[in-house]
């Protein structure tokens, strides 16, 4: 059986990709972002999960505005980095995994969440950027394949943030009706509250951010309440993108273990947040190795949640 062992949370903003391709990951503004990083790194090397399912929303990339589906997902082989005004960012080629995409997209949409199939798309910054802040800068391929699913959060009206909640428990219950035996982590991108156009571009709004964070913690249906007029006024037009993360949530246990937290601002105009949440009943390991595999599992998992545990703290909040 599939398992999600853990979801990760992280803005998505195109000009930490922009730094990162640049070369500018030493300069003392973008040290402070990076730096925020590199615990997960180590905590992604060490979960080392088998297949990641992305959480992000396109930007006019592979969707212009004569189509933007709600729930876009990715169901290729493969996903080309999309070429978004100054060529392709140079990451490898994103490889997907079309069995257990194609068992999700069956699995939901007969629960009634009707995704769209995407069976050729490329993909953006919303994508590959928390991919390279989680799993580094790899030179030929990233090192687990990719679901991606792509979220409406550019024109109005997107979906609700209940709406996400309860599309993460139907991609959940998909995940853990597969019978391939993987270690799934899935990641919600976008956000936390920035603006960038109009009177209030520029917008930042660290105490709601960080509120948003606790609450997507401790009490994420709270979250699934709060009104799009609400992400509006209090995160900025672009705030909306939070909603994304709340997929994320919803796929998880409803209690979790905050492994990790990052916050700080600005980058770019943006506030940036991250975040890593652990499902508990995580004991499987790879139930087809049995014991061996299943105890390696569990080790690497503790080694995992000690070394997060130990640097939690020194986070900046
Ligand atoms: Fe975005």
């Not at 396109?58 to 969707?63: K, N, V």
């Not at 609700?160 to 959940?172: D, F, S, V």
């Not at 603006?195 to 994420?220: E, M, V, Y």
């Not at 600005?266 to 991250?274: E, W």
């Amino acid at each position: 059986m599939a398992r999600i062992i853990a979801g990760v949370g992280s803005s998505h903003v195109p000009a930490i990709g922009a730094a990162l391709d640049n070369g500018k990951t030493e300069e003392p503004y973008w040290k402070r972002v990076f730096s925020g990083f590199e615990k997960s790194k180590q905590w992604m090397a060490q979960a080392k999960p088998d297949v990641a399912i992305v959480v992000y929303n396109d930007h006019a990339s592979a969707f212009s505005v004569e189509m933007i589906p709600t729930f876009a997902l990715g169901c290729a082989a493969e996903f080309p980095p999309a070429d978004e005004g100054w060529g392709p960012r140079p990451v490898p080629v994103v490889k997907g995994h079309p069995a257990l995409a194609a068992h999700i997209a069956q699995s939901v949409i007969l629960d009634e969440f009707d995704l769209t199939i995407v069976n050729k798309m490329e993909v953006d910054h919303g994508l590959t950027v928390p991919m390279n802040l989680l799993f580094g800068q790899p030179k030929d391929a990233w090192p687990c394949p990719v679901i991606p699913l792509a979220v409406n959060v550019v024109m109005y009206p997107p979906p609700t943030g209940h709406r996400c909640y309860m599309l993460g428990k139907a991609i959940r219950k998909a995940v853990e009706s597969y019978p391939e035996d993987l270690n799934v982590v899935i990641f919600g991108t976008g956000g936390l509250s920035h603006q960038i156009s109009g009177p209030r571009a520029g917008l930042i709004n660290s105490k709601w951010d960080k509120s948003f964070l606790d609450n997507l913690t401790r009490d994420p249906k709270k979250l699934t309440r709060i009104p799009h007029i609400e992400y509006m006024r209090e995160a900025g037009a672009e705030g909306i993108e939070m909603v994304m993360w709340l997929i994320m949530r919803g796929a998880l246990d409803d209690k979790v273990d905050e492994v990790y937290r990052f916050y700080t601002v600005p980058a770019s105009n943006t506030a940036v947040g991250h975040i890593i949440l652990e499902n508990r009943r995580k004991a499987a390991g790879k139930s087809r190795s049995a014991g061996k595999a299943r105890a390696a599992g569990k080790s690497r998992q503790a080694a995992a949640r000690k070394s997060t545990q130990r640097i939690a703290s020194k986070g900046t909040r």
